[in-house]
């Protein structure tokens, strides 16, 4: 163990000279994290809507569901909807707006107490600020995993002292996401590593936490597995290759780092892999959990076998961010002189960030009005203001639509309406759609060819028509255009059921 790294309590509480370090850091990062909340605005992708849709049902008393009456578990998230419940009914503050919020809450805790936890201060803040002010962890705001990042790293942090406290916050990760239960095992095991014994009150609470949640969600749905891990499952299985499972996972994850990090990001996945040693002995338990964490997400996704999305790629890329930093400062070691080291450290991932740093801005800028996520929302409005309450809508991405019209909305790839599944894993999506049609049917001719040629068939045209369309193309075509078709009316259009 060495002495300038860590104390016999693992960094924890340590007190050093440059302890105004870390509130200064908090306060930077708290400031960048405010430009992207300003910025994005509650602007997240369609998926998260889905959790902001239950989030508002519950804080509008309509219960833990997705549409009123129907108690389907169709979130991955149900600690994230109770979490923006509260804050809603507390401040009245739109559910969209703090799940940005939350992001921004979970990535200034997260690189805040992991630069507490060690003694390499100035590792810690540069990685910290690497993850801060990462777009690519940014394009994903409204995320849980964000507050699992934050839950998982507070435990490590409190572990040592309040063992009980850290077993409620390891568990409490588990129902922001259920894949943080790789995350509290991983805890466990560090705290039997360093202890040698084992970590009973850490085990016991965290084990009640857990056995809590699943009894409620027993009670209340009637499983206590979310249906969402058989939707996606279902819907990567109809094209491996084009959804990226499986052997396909991480190489759908380079056109993104290409997009945020430019020709460089090879550069940065290597400094990120080079620091990771460097932050396993230097980053106290929070950064060993972080690395356990991150790593073995890596290697369970692609074996699920769940399509590639870019919140999957989360955990690893925190990882990789924070290593950075770690990598940047043990390599300006190597300047003899101890007064330069920290400028070194510094110009090293400056060199990396500058280039970032121009793409992100251009990034920001686009996203001020993404122009899927903006069609989606001007769609949902119109619904809300052109149909009944009573009718109803069907959908291939529903959370925004859903969120923004305020009606019943059918989703025909199952996450949420789990009758269709079926049909999912049988390619026979429109089915679904003729054995139970609805009044409005919404289509983005990029992905129509999930429902076949049921817009050209005489039973559809017979009975539907276009009644709006909202543009979302960049680049002038009509692929990802929100169109709008409802059931005709008058004496000679079929009935609807």
């Known amino acids: 163990m060495e002495k300038d790294e860590k104390d016999p309590k693992d960094g924890t509480d340590c007190k050093d000279k440059k302890s105004w370090l870390v509130p200064a850091a908090w306060a930077f990062w708290g400031i960048l994290a405010a430009v992207f909340v300003a910025r994005l605005a509650g602007r997240s992708l369609d998926d998260f809507f889905i959790t902001y849709r239950y989030a508002w049902n519950l804080a509008h008393g309509n219960g833990f569901v997705f549409n009123a009456g129907e108690r389907v578990y169709g979130v991955t998230e149900p600690g994230m909807v109770f979490w923006l419940a509260f804050w809603n009914k507390l401040t009245g503050v739109p559910v969209h707006w703090l799940g940005t919020v939350t992001t921004a809450v979970g990535l200034v805790v997260t690189a805040g107490l992991l630069m507490a936890g060690t003694r390499a201060r100035l590792a810690g803040f540069l990685g910290g600020t690497l993850l801060v002010g990462s777009t690519f962890l940014w394009a994903v705001h409204g995320a849980g995993v964000f507050m699992v990042f934050a839950l998982l790293t507070a435990a490590a942090v409190c572990a040592e002292r309040r063992p009980g406290w ?22 466990g095991l560090l705290l039997w590593q360093e202890r040698r014994r084992f970590p009973v009150l850490f085990s016991v609470v965290a084990a009640l936490v857990l056995a809590a949640g699943l009894f409620a969600s027993w009670r209340y749905f009637g499983t206590a597995v979310p249906n969402t891990l058989a939707a996606k499952r279902a819907f990567a299985a109809w094209d491996p290759a084009a959804r990226s499972s499986g052997r396909a996972f991480w190489p759908g994850a ?12 090879p550069v940065w996945a290597a400094a990120g892999l080079a620091g990771l040693w460097p932050l396993w002995r230097r980053g106290g338990r929070a950064g060993r959990l972080l690395i356990l964490f991150g790593g073995s997400l890596a290697i369970l996704y692609p074996l699920l076998g ?13 990882v990789l961010l924070v290593a950075i930093g770690f990598a940047a400062d043990g390599l300006a070691g190597l300047v003899r002189s101890e007064r330069f080291q920290p400028i ?34 001007a769609a949902g409005l119109w619904i809300r203001d052109h149909t009944e309450p009573a009718e109803e809508v069907s959908a291939l991405e529903v959370g925004t639509l859903a969120y923004f ?6 989703d025909l790839l199952g996450l949420v309406t789990p009758d269709d599944v079926p049909y999912v894993e049988q390619k026979t999506v429109a089915k679904g759609f003729y054995n139970r049609p609805t009044e409005v049917l919404v289509v983005r001719p990029a992905l129509e060819g999930l429902l076949g040629a049921l817009r050209k068939t005489p039973w559809f045209q017979r009975r539907y028509a276009e009644v709006a369309r909202f543009p979302a193309g960049e680049d002038g075509s009509e692929g990802n255009d929100v169109i709008i078709l409802r059931h005709r009316t008058g004496p000679h259009v079929p009935p609807l059921r």
Request: charged share 15%; aromatic share 10%.
């Open 405 to 410: 019209s305020e009606r019943h909305v059918e």
């Open 166 to 187: 850290a077993g409620l916050l390891a568990g409490a990760a588990v129902w922001f996401r259920p894949d943080a239960g790789i995350g509290l095992a991983a805890l």
């Open 344 to 377: 070194a450290a510094i110009v090293l991932v400056l060199l990396l960030a500058v280039p970032a740093a121009i793409r992100s801005i251009r990034w920001l800028n686009a996203m001020a009005h993404p122009p899927l996520e903006e069609a989606y929302r």
């Open 306 to 318: 769940v399509p590639f999305f870019a919140w999957y790629a989360a955990p690893p890329v925190v």
């Open 254 to 265: 380079v056109p993104l780092l290409r997009r945020h990090l430019g020709a460089l990001w």
